[in-house]
């Protein structure tokens, strides 16, 4: 995979053999048509953005995409969206995404609804060699339909599958140049198990750092799973749903908010 | 005549006990946390990811990292901890979580719900919301009794069978809706009963705007 | 299960409400014969050596021990099997233990062994939910007799079923006392999955402190898992085989060693 | 006259790659890490939730928290990292680390592996065995070509079956033992062939004691 000269693909030398110079480097020789990428995030938050960039410049088209959410217009995955280079979403909601509903809608893009759990933990499986298990979510639902189910100890369940992608795509907080990766907060989300469910995971990192810098107690992915990496600018992120309190509000406004995204 | 939103949301509240952890789903659900009795400790489960969920962050401090489920900025607590999604679905799914209060399209008599796609209009997507009523040990629905159609006429939401597409069979504990309280025997035979009426509403009130049956044993 | 008033039962006030004495007080209520009980630790490496102790002392019978390895003798689990207080092991590897082996070769002691993977996989599926998952491990041998196998893809795949316990007891180097813990180095190995397994989970850490002081982003066991938490004395830890290097040794000892514990 | 242990380790270590993730055995394939070739970055896996092994530690700094599956007291590197069993066996069976290094008591011509019970002797169990055979990419098996037997005579351990309990069935990629190399076509019906002969050996002396069939290739 990590064949040519470093000085050709951009990467660095010796230890920095994972290092590479920017997203379009990092993805050299990876991408093709109608190929399953995994993409990290949950909302716009953690969002492999630059490395989705580089996605939409090399014009790939026909792709799968396995992501929680869709982006929103002209942001993140709705970018893809906008040049019509996704075939398929596998996503647990797609939110306000008007060129999405419109492609939907117009029966341009295929999509496959799997709930938030099921899909994280299909991402799970994929990367840890389960080929399939068994749930409680969705029994009953249109999204048991065709699935083999199953009663255990008088319960039911559905049957469901692991998967596995060509490429991930997730982005972290710090990383170092072998590889390990640190997240932040809740961003988070599904970039750990992405990382460990495609052939090639390619990591974008707000800080890279040296092996050793990371306490190896507190490493999220290790490096085995990261076979590119490189430093993004950690410049304004972009917030979906702003929400906030006046300092001098006396009953904390709630935050709550789950359930359905 | 009836409870408002923050009403439900109080009554909603007395299903808390201490050292207990809970979801909220968006909506009425969210303003449960106002009401969380002095004292008692409850933490709260985002989702994607997060157990501790604070309040809204002040102006000028919010952090794109830091969001909940509905993709609002939130803040974290000293009891705050950070997880994947595969890990919080874990916790979900496990029958960590102690409660997960909810709005509804539909609920049915036997504990059916309906919350997440109309057919013939756009679906976004289940979210998080089959896991959460598939997983979590008692499931609260806090919703009005009716729905308002664009006609102006009323449809029940309290049903003998939902006929919307599911979000989970035999998932419901407890209804919580501006006109009163039902419990539903989710996995028995024991069906849905009325056990509160809310401010000013009779028993008729009820009959009027439910579908489902259901039996009367107020408290 | 946390009824009863602090003082009774040697739990301390208000926000310390995980928080107990000691081991004893902790497991108070909670024992019972014939009960299943997981146990933290590889070798002797993060085993919860106080909580055993203390199921030791209350003299309860006719356990089925989900753990790892069995202690040595005299030590660990190994007091357990001391006093025959187990009836029953499910364990990958069971070491030198004279006391084990006495046992069961004279048919006193059950035991089922699994795959080390498969165990740790089986507990995992038990805290999260998933009563039955395909693992390759173990098709074709002893460990697939009498359990369903199926292909996926062409490839040969074996059903295991998730396991979930009475009690688990887990050991962990960090704890605060909403019961968020973080483990230290090789010791974290079984305690994460096992804390996640079982209707209630003890931890015994060797620092206890208060919420917010580890980093959120490095906790490795939330809070929601451990209902009752005790701090213990980190004296002097046993290590099974110690292994060392000469400071002039030119060329390090290799370290290896896995495959078959 | 036959390779050395050593000389067997240093053979397997031709196997590595720059960049590979190994998780090595007990015996011989320990050793392998003492001839892993300057500048090649080879990190090495312990299932008990470690990659990048370190050395032993220098006398008087054992830490108990720190062992590889052997229960051996070993030390840390800056490439470290720490995980749980299930991350590990995750990392396992999913195909992520490149190469076993593992010794046997019998392989079969088709690739079945026996390394982990005797009949009739107390079973110690399989500890990660199994899975690393079924889920790591590549499996090189470093053995005595024959067993010594208590009263003097030998037994072949590579055969045409293993007539001991499996540790896994077509999973070895490669054998090498004090007499040679083999290759094993696992998944295809390539069989065994003989690729190489240790030094003074010749393909007589394997014949003789080798019960399993196979071609011969030499390099």
Known sequence: MLNGSAEADGRKDGSMRKVFKGPTEALAGLLRDDMMIMCGGFGLCGIPDELIDAVQASGVKGLTIVSNNAGIDGVGLGKLLETRQVAKMISSYVGENKEFARQYLGGELEIEFNPQGTLAERIRAGGAGIPAFFTKTGFGTKVAEGKETRQFDGEDYVMERGLFADIALVHAHTGDTEGNLRYRMTARNFNPMMATAAKVTIAQVENLVQPGEIDPDTIHTPGIFVKRIIAVNTGEKRIEQRTTRKRNDATPAAAAGGGTH | ?219
Not at chain 2, 81 to 93: K, P, W
Not at chain 2, 199 to 213: C, L, Q, Y
Request: aromatic fraction near 6%.
């Open chain 2, 1 to 219: 005549m009836a409870w408002t939103r923050e009403q439900m949301a109080a009554r909603a509240a007395k299903e808390l006990e201490d050292g207990f952890y809970v979801n909220l789903g968006i909506g009425i659900p969210t303003l449960v946390s106002n009401y969380i009795p002095e004292g008692m400790s409850v933490q709260l489960q985002s989702e994607n990811g997060m157990l501790g969920m604070g309040p809204f962050p002040y102006e000028g401090e919010e952090d794109p990292d830091l969001i909940n489920a509905g993709k609002q900025t939130i803040t974290a607590l000293p009891t705050t901890s950070y997880f994947s999604s595969s890990d919080s679905f874990g916790m979900i799914r496990g029958g960590h979580i102690n409660l997960s209060i909810l709005g509804a399209m539909q609920v049915a008599q036997n504990g059916d719900l309906a919350n997440w796609m109309i057919p013939g209009k756009m679906v976004k997507g289940m979210g998080g919301a089959m896991d959460l009523v598939a997983g979590v040990k008692r499931v609260v629905v806090v919703m009005e009794h009716v729905a308002k159609n664009k006609d102006g006429t009323e449809s029940a939401k309290l049903l003998k069978e939902c006929d919307l597409p599911l979000t989970g069979t035999h998932v419901v504990d407890l209804v919580i809706t501006d006109l009163g309280v039902f419990t539903i025997d989710k996995k028995g035979d024991g069906g849905m009963t009325l056990i509160e009426l809310a401010d000013g509403v009779s028993e008729e009130d009820i009959r009027a705007k439910t579908e489902g049956d259901y039996t009367v044993a107020l408290k």
